[in-house]
């Protein structure tokens, strides 16, 4: 009995102890976490907000620039956009080779085994993306065209039903399905953009060439809305068959770009560049143009991985702002009406809806 009572403390005791001891690092443990968690929270939301911006950036600069380059009045030939496309493809080439390099560890050896293999050896794989690039590089001279007839915010909010067109196309060539909420958006979207194209007085007014030039500029940011629509969904398909790399998918993409893009200079332009030269009407702001055209998409790839469809909405909406207020005090191209403001609106809700993803208020867990 003695013994006993003498052992019971301790089998009593010991357990407790141990449990203490290997309590205290995991509380340590998780309280190390929380500084990183903060850290983590911090810089994604910096992430955002820094997407936000480079998205709001690149879709407002890349219209206004190429708009204003399209009506800018200057001595001598204008520079012909579908040279300037072919740069821009050339242009894309290059940037997405040093991305590859950079993903090789900087090794020339590494960079011509990737590119070899995975363009070269792949050759079924590589012409796949024939057909979204030809549809690319046509709806790119589109949207000269349009720029060239439109002004900046009538363009910016047209070219939205590229939302309409992506979404049919999605649920007829991927299978997907759009929830009520985005239904309802994308008749929103077509009722905001008929009001942005109802002619005011002053259009009514106008002589039939404006009124011609409006027409052109409507058609052609309408092509560009399928086309968009067509080659984004064919391209996810791909992206979703295949493992190769953005940056590789990229390249090819450019490699037929430049090709279909040599054939429209030749086809359309090819006597004014026997005449003038292939550089011919370029200045600082056509390689602007040019740049922001080129980089942006690639630009949009690299930081669409931080940007939600709320944020996504937000920098459509700031840039269809922009655009107005640019168009309005700086390029006086634009004369907004009350019409054009209700249709503005109308695009803007839709843009958001479109991005909504309603959550149940109560998620029990099932047994």
Same mark, same amino acid.
């Given at each position: !009995?003695?013994?006993?009572?003498?052992?019971?403390?301790?089998?009593? &005791?010991?357990?407790?102890?141990?449990?203490?001891?290997?309590?205290?690092?995991?509380?340590?443990?998780?309280?190390?976490?929380? *500084?990183?968690?903060?850290?983590?929270?911090?810089?994604?939301?910096?992430?955002?907000? %820094?997407?936000?911006?480079?998205?709001?950036?690149?879709?407002?600069?890349?219209?206004?620039? !190429?708009?204003?380059?399209?009506?800018?009045?200057?001595?001598?030939?204008?520079?012909?956009?579908?040279?300037?496309?072919?740069?821009?493809?050339?242009?894309?080439? !290059?940037?997405?080779?040093?991305?590859?390099?950079?993903?090789?560890?900087?090794?020339?050896?590494?960079?011509?085994? /990737?590119?070899?293999?995975?363009?070269?050896?792949?050759?079924?794989?590589?012409?796949?993306?024939? #057909?979204?690039?030809?549809?690319?590089?046509?709806?790119?001279?589109?949207?000269?065209?349009?720029?060239?007839?439109?002004?900046?915010?009538?363009?910016?909010?047209?070219?939205?039903?590229?939302?309409?067109?992506?979404? %049919?196309?999605?649920?007829?060539? +991927?299978?997907?399905?759009?929830?009520?909420?985005?239904?309802?958006?994308?008749?929103?979207?077509?009722?905001?953009?008929?009001?942005?194209?109802?002619? $005011?007085?002053?259009?009514?007014?106008?002589?039939?060439?404006?009124?011609?030039?409006?027409?052109?500029?409507? !058609?052609?940011?309408?092509?560009?809305?399928? $086309?968009?629509?067509?080659?984004? /969904?064919?391209?996810?398909?791909? +992206?979703?068959?295949?493992?190769?790399?953005?940056?590789?998918?990229?390249?090819?993409?450019?490699?037929?770009?430049?090709?279909?893009? =040599?054939?429209?200079?030749?086809?359309?332009?090819?006597?004014?560049?026997?005449?003038?030269?292939?550089?011919?009407?370029?200045?600082?702001? &056509?390689? #602007?143009?040019?740049?922001?055209?080129? %980089?942006?998409?690639? @630009?949009?790839?690299?930081?669409?991985?931080?940007?939600?469809?709320?944020?996504?909405?937000?920098?459509?909406?700031?840039?269809?702002?922009?655009?107005?207020?640019?168009?309005?005090?700086?390029?006086?191209?634009?004369?907004?009406?009350? @019409?054009?403001?209700?249709?503005? #609106?109308?695009? #803007?809700?839709?843009?958001? =809806?479109?991005?909504?993803? *309603?959550?149940?208020?109560?998620? *029990?867990?099932?047994?």
């Amino acid at each position: !009995m003695s013994s006993h009572s003498v052992l019971s403390p301790v089998v009593g &005791t010991d357990p407790p102890d141990q449990h203490l001891e290997l309590e205290k690092p995991q509380e340590l443990k998780e309280m190390e976490r929380l *500084p990183l968690a903060n850290e983590d929270k911090t810089m994604s939301t910096n992430l955002k907000y %820094l997407s936000l911006g480079i998205l709001v950036f690149q879709t407002t600069s890349l219209v206004l620039t !190429m708009r204003y380059s399209r009506t800018l009045k200057e001595e001598g030939p204008r520079y012909l956009s579908s040279t300037a496309v072919v740069v821009a493809e050339l242009l894309k080439i !290059m940037a997405c080779i040093l991305l590859v390099y950079k993903d090789s560890k900087c090794s020339l050896r590494a960079l011509n085994r /990737v590119l070899h293999d995975e363009i070269l050896n792949k050759p079924m794989e590589t012409l796949k993306l024939a #057909i979204p690039s030809g549809i690319y590089t046509l709806q790119n001279n589109l949207l000269y065209v349009a720029l060239s007839n439109l002004d900046a915010a009538t363009y910016q909010v047209t070219y939205q039903l590229k939302i309409l067109t992506t979404a %049919l196309f999605s649920v007829s060539m +991927l299978s997907k399905k759009l929830g009520v909420y985005q239904w309802l958006s994308l008749v929103i979207l077509m009722t905001g953009v008929a009001f942005v194209q109802w002619p $005011s007085d002053s259009q009514l007014d106008s002589k039939e060439l404006s009124a011609g030039s409006q027409f052109v500029g409507l !058609m052609a940011v309408l092509t560009a809305c399928f $086309s968009s629509g067509f080659a984004g /969904v064919y391209f996810e398909k791909i +992206l979703k068959e295949t493992k190769q790399s953005v940056w590789i998918r990229n390249i090819q993409l450019g490699f037929f770009g430049s090709i279909f893009g =040599l054939m429209g200079v030749y086809i359309y332009d090819g006597e004014l560049v026997s005449k003038n030269g292939f550089f011919q009407g370029y200045n600082q702001l &056509t390689w #602007i143009v040019v740049v922001l055209q080129a %980089l942006g998409g690639l @630009v949009i790839a690299a930081v669409i991985k931080y940007a939600d469809n709320i944020l996504k909405g937000f920098a459509t909406s700031l840039s269809i702002i922009l655009s107005t207020l640019i168009s309005y005090f700086w390029l006086q191209d634009f004369v907004p009406t009350s @019409v054009f403001f209700l249709g503005a #609106i109308l695009v #803007i809700t839709a843009t958001f =809806l479109y991005g909504y993803d *309603p959550k149940p208020a109560g998620n *029990p867990t099932k047994a």
